[in-house]
């Protein structure tokens, strides 16, 4: 499994953008990196999902260099809603090998 | 629909006793998953079903864990007998059948269980 490493926690003051990198330095050919969000006491919910380049839906951006080693979630104008773990997970989909969690980014958003 | 409905939300239970943990998942969804969240380990990923087949039990800990699936709505994880340990926040999640692979997974809120 390819292993990913996330900071432990930022903090942020809200309305300013947010960028959480992860690194993925053994990811196979056909890995793709999912990223997922959990508050306190919830599930963790699906954000975004990119294989490279650039994937952005309404919540969130995510950023593949061309070596995929590495990829960043970026959310635009955090607000204290925000302050969740977010993980960043590596894999082909196959053999639920995409669903490991790491340790995950705990994001506290300050007012 | 409803999402990955689980029940119960809080099990309080004592030491040695029986806890079966239940969950309902997303009509539709080929996959479902039971995770394990504490401090300590973060989420587990305990066992996976795929078309009410266990694909992978490797995840759980020990023997006094089972978890069946006995349609595609409905799968039980059951702890006998309970230790504190095994006090976690348990969750289940399901995943729609995309290519072949496993794409997003839904998850359910979670039962928050309390061995004493």
Known sequence: ?111 | DAGVIQSPRHEVTEMGQEVTLRCKPISGHDYLFWYRQTMMRGLELLIYFNNNVPIDDSGMPEDRFSAKMPNASFSTLKIQPSEPRDSAVYFCASSPHRDRTISEAFFGQGTRLTVV
């Open chain 1, 1 to 111: 499994l390819a292993k990913t490493t996330q900071p432990i926690s930022m903090d942020s003051y809200e309305g300013q953008e947010v960028n959480i990198t992860c690194s993925h330095n053994n990811i196979a050919t056909n890995d793709y990196i999912t990223w997922y969000q959990q508050f306190p006491s919830q599930g963790p919910r699906f954000i975004i999902q990119g294989y490279k380049t650039k994937v952005t839906n309404e919540v969130a951006s995510l950023f593949i260099p061309a070596d995929r080693k590495s990829s960043t979630l970026s959310l635009p104008r955090v607000s204290l809603s925000d302050t969740a773990v977010y993980y960043c997970l590596v894999g082909d989909g196959r053999g639920a090998n995409n669903l490991f969690f790491g340790t995950g980014t705990r994001l506290t958003v300050i007012p």
